[in-house]
Each structure stands twice: as structure tokens, then as C-alpha cells.
């Protein structure tokens, strides 16, 4: 396996990358509900579920590493601005909506962390013959 | 049954209980009005919600729907005028009386549009209870295994 | 008595219980035990990671499922290592008896 090292397989550069969205998609979503009551405010998204559904029969075969790693490395996420929404003149950011977000995102982000570790620690009794 | 659409359901059932609650605030704000601009008076405003066809019990279980919250939501929701006869008042001294005397007032129950912010509430915090017990169990699961 | 350990153990493993002579069964037995834990291991590894792909992905239509998975892994893996070690052990104390 030409990995470029013992803990970086390509399961963990994608939950890390994956973690890495998260990440940016709270900035986002607490900067949109901040700004639920300002006039003519444009929300902000995140990029990353799409790119990942393009690239998703790649990254999960396991026969070629090297086109799964390109895959991957292709996959970024970044941040996008989308047209403000007005109805009746009023702003219509949904508080409730921004808040079920976040929540999703916060458990993804919490399960992804916690899947990463146990991954690791399998690993790791590995590396230490019969430990934790 | 997908973790996210937990939350994307309360947050729609959530939506659902903001409306209700503004339409009754309006109601309750327009209750001692007689004439707007168009001559006519106040109708009292009603939701009316219907699940979305689309949106069916089987689909949720099989968990083949992931709701955008915003797009493709749970219920539609339509904000209708309700089309009762409004209130007369005795008052002859009023601008507004008719040639007999009368004033015409929204058919607005001040007592019952309280009693319908009570069940908002109630249900407003359901759904916030549901969302966040969803997230518990979510964590919960994350938990299998024990600490190591 | 002869002490074997290899078919001490052997004995426990109820699909080993044969009832024909030990010395001529167990031994390959126990090794065929061994490669099929080893490729069940890996088997279920590969599972566990699949599944934490899939929730990188953003499926999360089974999170418990992918903990249990993770969980079953680690505890198959932690045998056959346990196995390892046990078996290192008694060589070791083999080779150090005195003749």
C-alpha cells in the first residue's frame, strides 16, 4: 500500500477532510443566523456534500488506491454565497431550520470524530501487540 | 432511519408552529379594528396545513427521504381568511357605524386565539424536545464500545 | 501425560470436538482456526472501514450500525492478537526449559 504513512490511509484523509468541512460549514451557518435579521443578507454554504456525492463510487472502491486518492484530493470544500431570500419583503432565513442544521452538522461532526478514533485504536493495538 | 432527516422533521414541524403562532398574533392585533384600507373589515386569518403527498409514512420508515429543509418541506401550509360575518357593535357615535348604528368588528375571540397561542407553545417545545432528543441518541450511539 | 498446549486449546473450540485421536487432527485444526479468525478479522476491518467511509460520505442512514461494526472489529482483532501473544508466550516457556 503506498500510503504516505502509517496513520494517514485514505479513510482517515477523508474523514479528516470531511472534518474539515464540518468545521467550515459551522462558521457558515452560525454567520447565517447571526445575520437571520439583517436586510438583503446573502447566506452562506458550504460546497462539499455535491463534490463528494461526484466522487463517491471512487473513494469508497478499494481496488486503486492512487485514483481514489486523486479523487479524493479533488474534493475540497469551500464556501459559497447564495442569493438573498425575500418574501413579502421580509428576510426569510428560518431560524429553526439554521439551528436543525447545525445540530445535523454538529453530529456528524461528533460521529465522524468518534468513528476516527476507534478506527485509530484498532490500529494502534496493532502497533502495540495487544494494548488499548 | 437516516439521522439527519430527524432533525429536518422537527425543524419543519417547528416552522409550522411559527406560523400558526404569527397568524394568531395578527389576529389577536387586529381584534378591535373595524375598516382596512379596502372598506373591509378584518378577516380573522386560519392555517391550514396538509402533509405533503410526497411525504408518506412508508417513505420515512424505508428512509428514502432526506428533506431540504426550505425546499421540499414537510406540509404545505396555506394562510386562509376565514370567512365568518363579523361582530356588530352598538356604537352610534362611531365614524364607522353603519345607518342603523352598528360597528362591524372582526369575529375574533381574543379568549380563544390565547387558548390556541397555549398550544403552539406546547407543541413548539415537543418539537424542540424531539430534535434534541434525536441528537441524543445519535451521541448515544456513539458510545458503543465504551471509552477506549 | 503429554502437555500440548497447542491441543489444550484446541479442545475448548466447540467445531474442534472430534473425538478422534488429538495429536493427528488438532494440530492443522488449529491452524486452519487461525487463518479463517485471521481472514474474518479482516473481512470485518474492511466492513468497519467501509462503513466509516460511507459516514464520511454523509450516509448516515445506520450510525449505531457503523459504531457495532467498529466495535466488532476491534474485539475480533484483539483476539487474534491476544492468540498471538498467548502462543509467543508458550513457545517462549518451551524454550526455556532446560533439557
Redesign the interface.
Known amino acids: 500500500m503506498n500510503d504516505m504513512g502509517i496513520a494517514s490511509s485514505?479513510?482517515s484523509s477523508?474523514?479528516m477532510?470531511?472534518l474539515d468541512a464540518a468545521t467550515l460549514r459551522h462558521a457558515a451557518q452560525a454567520q447565517n443566523i447571526s445575520n437571520a435579521a439583517t436586510p438583503g443578507y446573502r447566506p452562506l454554504q458550504v460546497n462539499f456534500?455535491q463534490q463528494?456525492?461526484m466522487a463517491?463510487s471512487q473513494?469508497?472502491a478499494?481496488d486503486d488506491e492512487s485514483a481514489s486518492r486523486r479523487a479524493l484530493n479533488s474534493v475540497q470544500p469551500r464556501i459559497e454565497e447564495l442569493p438573498a431570500t425575500t418574501v413579502n419583503g421580509n428576510d426569510t432565513i428560518k431560524i429553526d431550520a439554521e439551528v436543525a442544521k447545525m445540530m445535523q452538522n454538529a453530529v456528524?461532526y461528533q460521529?465522524?470524530l468518534?468513528?476516527?478514533g476507534?478506527?485509530g485504536?484498532?490500529l494502534r493495538?496493532?502497533v502495540r501487540?495487544?494494548g488499548g | 432511519?437516516?439521522?439527519?432527516a430527524a432533525f429536518d422533521i422537527s425543524a419543519a414541524g417547528m416552522n409550522l408552529e411559527r406560523t400558526r403562532l404569527d397568524v394568531a398574533a395578527v389576529n389577536l392585533a387586529n381584534a378591535n379594528t373595524t375598516q382596512g384600507p379596502d372598506g373591509q373589515v378584518f378577516k380573522p386569518l386560519r392555517v391550514v396545513a396538509h402533509p405533503n403527498a410526497a411525504y408518506t409514512f412508508d417513505m420515512m420508515l424505508n428512509?428514502m427521504q432526506r428533506l431540504a429543509t426550505g425546499s421540499a418541506t414537510a406540509f404545505s401550509v396555506v394562510v386562509e381568511p376565514d370567512d365568518a360575518p363579523p361582530r356588530l357593535v352598538y356604537e352610534p357615535g362611531h365614524p364607522d357605524a353603519n345607518e342603523k348604528g352598528f360597528v362591524a368588528y372582526p369575529n375574533i375571540s381574543p379568549v380563544s386565539e390565547m387558548v390556541k397561542l397555549i398550544g403552539i407553545t406546547r407543541a413548539y417545545e415537543a418539537n424542540v424536545r424531539a430534535m434534541n432528543i434525536a441528537k441524543s441518541m445519535?451521541l448515544k450511539?456513539?458510545e458503543?464500545?465504551g471509552d477506549r | 501425560m503429554s502437555i500440548d498446549p497447542v491441543t489444550m486449546v484446541a479442545a475448548t473450540l466447540p467445531e474442534l470436538r472430534t473425538g478422534t485421536t488429538h495429536n493427528e487432527v488438532a494440530q492443522p485444526s488449529f491452524t486452519d482456526w487461525l487463518t479463517q479468525q485471521v481472514a474474518a478479522t479482516n473481512d470485518l476491518?474492511?466492513q468497519?472501514?467501509?462503513?466509516?467511509?460511507?459516514?464520511?460520505?454523509?450516509e448516515?442512514?445506520n450510525?449505531?450500525q457503523?459504531?457495532?461494526s467498529?466495535?466488532k472489529?476491534?474485539l475480533s482483532?484483539?483476539l487474534i492478537?491476544?492468540v498471538r501473544?498467548k502462543l509467543l508466550d508458550a513457545y517462549q516457556d518451551l524454550m526455556r526449559m532446560s533439557i
Open positions: 485514505l479513510t477523508l474523514v477532510r470531511a456534500e463528494l456525492t463517491r473513494l469508497l478499494r456528524y460521529s465522524l468518534t468513528a476516527l476507534k478506527n485504536s484498532i493495538m496493532a501487540g495487544g | 432511519m437516516n439521522m439527519f428512509g445519535a450511539a456513539l458503543i464500545g | 476491518v474492511i468497519a472501514d467501509d462503513g466509516v467511509r460511507k459516514l464520511a460520505l454523509g448516515t442512514d450510525l449505531h457503523v459504531m457495532i467498529l466495535e472489529a476491534k482483532f484483539e492478537v491476544q501473544n
